[in-house]
């Protein structure tokens, strides 16, 4: 029994020299094998590609900001004192058309100097003389009552004017682009015009009554010395 133990257990062994060693399986052969060569330049090209994609969109984010600083360039001003200047050069306007007695119209003034101003012929009696006389004097109180009206309307429109003045002002430094900056200062400069042009109408309701009183105490003397002309019996004309 002994020895036959010992001969299998022989025989085994000698079996197992004798037979060639089996292949390891396929599964159990694979493994990750890391390069870290690879591995550098794959994250080399992944920031390229990151670095690209910023760019853009920094590129993108430049172009709609320079879009947006157009628009408000082209910005339209949100804010219009177009309506009150014209009212108050449509007021100045009214006060200049409601001059009494001699107009501004130069074929009526002419008219006027003509049979009120003019030089008298001796044979005038003395009630067209009042008669001129009494015209002369109307037309001069007109000019003066024109004259103040005009300059009561110029003063009521400082309010207004140094209203607009602060408003627009306020509008051009609030400005968010070219266009509403130079649209606030158009409406500057058309406030300006309107203020000078109620200067221009004051200075000419001014200039107009002067002119009238003082064509009025030229015909008085011309009157006078047609009477006295008469009452020495002169032939002639003054």
Do not use: C, H
Not at 27 to 54: H, K, S
Not at 108 to 118: D, K, N, P
Request: avoid cysteine.
């Amino acid at each position: 029994m002994t020895f036959t133990r010992r001969r299998l257990a022989a025989a085994l062994a000698a079996g197992l020299l004798a037979a060639p060693l089996a292949a390891p399986s396929p599964a159990r052969a694979q493994f990750t094998v890391f390069d870290p060569t690879n591995y550098a330049q794959n994250v080399l090209q992944a920031a390229r590609a990151l670095q690209t994609i910023n760019n853009q969109i920094s590129a993108l984010q430049n172009q709609a900001q320079m879009l947006i600083g157009q628009a408000k360039s082209l910005a339209s001003l949100p804010y219009s004192s177009l309506a009150v200047l014209q009212a108050q050069v449509d007021r100045t306007r009214e006060l200049l058309g409601q001059a009494q007695g001699l107009a501004y119209d130069v074929q009526q003034i002419r008219e006027a100097f003509r049979t009120q101003y003019g030089a008298v012929d001796l044979s005038v009696t003395d009630k067209a003389l009042t008669q001129r006389a009494d015209a002369r004097w109307g037309a001069a109180i007109a000019g003066f009552q024109d004259a103040l009206k005009v300059q009561a309307g110029v003063v009521g429109g400082l309010g207004p004017s140094r209203d607009q003045l602060t408003a627009l002002v306020g509008q051009s430094q609030g400005a968010v682009g070219g266009l509403q900056a130079a649209q606030a200062g158009n409406q500057l400069l058309a406030l300006q015009a309107q203020q000078l042009a109620d200067l221009i109408a004051l200075s000419a309701a001014q200039g107009r009554a002067q002119a009238l009183e003082a064509a009025d105490r030229a015909a008085a003397r011309a009157d006078a010395k047609a009477r006295f002309g008469r009452f020495m019996g002169s032939p002639t004309t003054p």
